[in-house]
């Protein structure tokens, strides 16, 4: 069956980065959109950052210029880099993978076909 299994999540201070990885498996990785949303304690889950099949990235507005994504056919994996790191992006980061996603779709988490358990990012202050 198709897994998702996020990991490099962690407590950092504000201004720090993490890299968080997500290995997928049961899946033809080259296929599949694949994606990063978060959601912090008492809010709505919210779209971060994608790459379609095609290498094509959206980012939501508030990290573009810190985070990257990137991903890595040859191993199954997605990362996410995370660059000066802010209190309020405290959050369980979840890794997603949504089948031939256009690029102009990444945003929709309707397009998402499979998720992982998420991955517990905290930023102190």
């Known amino acids: 069956q198709v897994q998702l299994v996020e990991s490099g999540g962690g407590l950092v201070q504000a201004g720090g980065s993490l890299r968080l990885s997500c290995a997928a498996s049961?899946?033809?990785?080259?296929?599949?959109?694949m994606g990063w949303f978060r959601q912090a304690p008492g809010k709505e889950r919210e779209f971060v950052a994608a790459m379609s099949w095609q290498y094509k990235t959206s980012y939501t507005d508030s990290v573009k210029g810190r985070f990257t994504i990137s991903r890595d056919n040859a191993k199954n994996t997605v990362y996410l880099q995370m660059n000066s790191l802010k209190p309020e992006e405290t959050a369980v980061y979840y890794c997603?993978?949504?089948?031939?996603?256009?690029?102009?779709?990444?945003?929709?988490?309707?397009?998402?076909?499979?998720w992982g358990q998420g991955t517990q990012v905290t930023v102190s202050s």
């Open positions: 049961g899946l033809t990785f080259s296929n599949y959109a």
């Open positions: 997603t993978a949504g089948y031939l996603v256009v690029p102009s779709n990444l945003e929709d988490s309707s397009e998402y076909c499979y």
